[in-house]
């Protein structure tokens, strides 16, 4: 089975810190990506990466960067760290010639 | 713009029954995916059923099955024989052909009482 890995269950960070959050899959999928997911709101996609050191905005890319050095990993950074950045982040992968994502356990980050 | 929407935020069933989660959807693309995924209290997003726009048969997974209504944009997902291991979130979702974004809806809770 693909496993998609996020290194963090639980992530507690103060207002103003650089927070990074990694996600780690293990069966070479060329497609990665980051979604934020919030009550009432479903899961909103933050970046996209499609290969090594190519990424793409998503609808709310404001606040955040992207790192994705080796094909396997793909980083969220928070520069800074705001309250209304209290979220659970979802990590996801697909390979190229399948639509369907395979999606890992959450980070649910606290900014406090 | 793709667009996805479920009505339902919350519903529940007795165990052994059948349920029906709404979605609709709205897209201008002619090839698309729509997809059922389950979100347990564990929080791992879980495939359930998937469809590709340009079949017409409804796909069927064990005690999941899909009503596809193309042309009304309807994707709804009835659960069979319901069990305690059903209780979850589901989202209705939505791909593209053309892009790599997948569109979520707001997600249906759902309760299985014993």
């Known amino acids: 089975d693909v496993k998609v890995t996020q290194s963090s269950r639980y992530l507690v960070k103060r207002t103003g810190e650089k927070v990074f959050l990694e996600c780690v899959q293990d069966?070479?999928?060329?497609?990665m990506f980051w979604y934020r997911q919030d009550p009432g709101l479903g899961l909103r996609l933050i970046y996209f990466?499609?290969?090594?050191?190519?990424?793409e905005k998503g609808d709310i890319p404001e606040g955040y960067s992207v790192s994705r050095e080796k094909k396997e990993r793909f980083s969220l950074i928070l520069e800074s760290a705001s309250t209304n950045q209290t979220s659970m982040y979802l990590c996801?992968?697909?390979?190229?010639?399948?639509?369907?994502?395979?999606f890992g356990s959450g980070t649910r980050l606290t900014v406090v | 713009a793709q667009t996805v929407t479920q009505s339902q935020p919350e519903m529940s069933v007795q165990e052994a029954e059948t349920v029906t989660l709404s979605c609709t959807y709205d897209t201008s693309e002619s090839d698309y995916y729509l997809f059922w995924y389950k979100q347990p209290p564990s929080r791992q997003m879980i495939l359930v059923i998937r469809?590709?726009?340009?079949?017409?048969q409804n796909a069927t997974e064990n005690r999941f099955s899909v009503n596809f209504q193309k042309a009304a944009k309807s994707f709804s997902l009835k659960i069979s024989d319901s069990q305690l291991g059903d209780a979850a979130m589901y989202f209705c979702?939505?791909?593209?052909?053309?892009?790599?974004?997948?569109?979520f809806g707001t997600g249906t809770s759902l309760t299985v009482i014993p």
């Open positions: 996801a992968s697909r390979p190229a010639n399948y639509y369907g994502y395979t």
């Open positions: 069966m070479d999928h060329e497609n």
């Open positions: 990466s499609y290969d090594v050191k190519m990424k």
């Open positions: 979702a939505l791909t593209a052909n053309t892009g790599n974004q997948f569109y």
């Open positions: 469809q590709e726009a340009y079949k017409q």
